[in-house]
């Protein structure tokens, strides 16, 4: 027949294994709960800033005329510091995944860094493009300008019978290559 005693013992014990296996009101352990939303709230920040380089990008193309200090820290270096910290997010989010400290599901999540590092590394390769095209195109030297109109001198035939300038067929445009 059991003492007094074990009884007791076996309380204690389990009173100690409820406290070992608290869970909240989502049923997972607080440090989980803890690393999912550092995780999400990080992945946000990553976001909006990300989104903030590639529309600022798209608002300001193309990059001909003057280079200002401004476009190249925002367009090169943040859009740098963008791409290794979404690298380390998604290489940290692997190191949870592979240690099982977050749910395997949770790697379905990466095809949103995916998506966003292939738009941030487009945003940095365009501005670059657009410079090394500006500086390696003598005739973009002087900044983009719209194309005018030839000038056109009037024929003396026709301008004696006042009929107005006329106008020379333009030569053939040859198709513009870039390097």
Do not use: H
């Not at 013992?9 to 997972?28: I, M």
């Not at 709230?41 to 989104?51: E, H, I, P, Q, W």
């Amino acid at each position: 027949m059991p003492s007094a005693n074990e009884g007791r013992d076996s309380a204690k014990n389990s009173v100690a294994l409820e406290y070992a296996t608290k869970r909240d009101r989502t049923g997972l352990p607080p440090t989980v709960v803890v690393r999912l939303l550092i995780m999400a709230g990080t992945c946000v920040l990553l976001s909006v800033a990300s989104l903030w380089v590639v529309y600022s990008n798209a608002n300001d193309e193309p990059y001909f005329g003057t280079i200002r200090k401004s476009d190249a820290l925002l367009q090169v270096g943040l859009g740098s510091v963008l791409i290794t910290l979404w690298l380390g997010w998604c290489g940290v989010l692997m190191v949870l995944t592979i240690s099982r400290k977050v749910n395997r599901g949770l790697c379905a999540v990466l095809i949103w860094p995916i998506i966003v590092l292939c738009f941030l590394g487009a945003s940095v390769n365009g501005y670059v493009s657009d410079l090394i095209t500006f500086q390696t195109t003598p005739s973009l030297q002087g900044g983009w300008q719209r194309p005018t109109s030839p000038v056109v001198s009037p024929s003396p035939s026709v301008a004696a019978a006042g009929q107005g300038p006329a106008t020379a067929p333009s030569p053939p445009s040859a198709p513009l290559t870039l390097p």
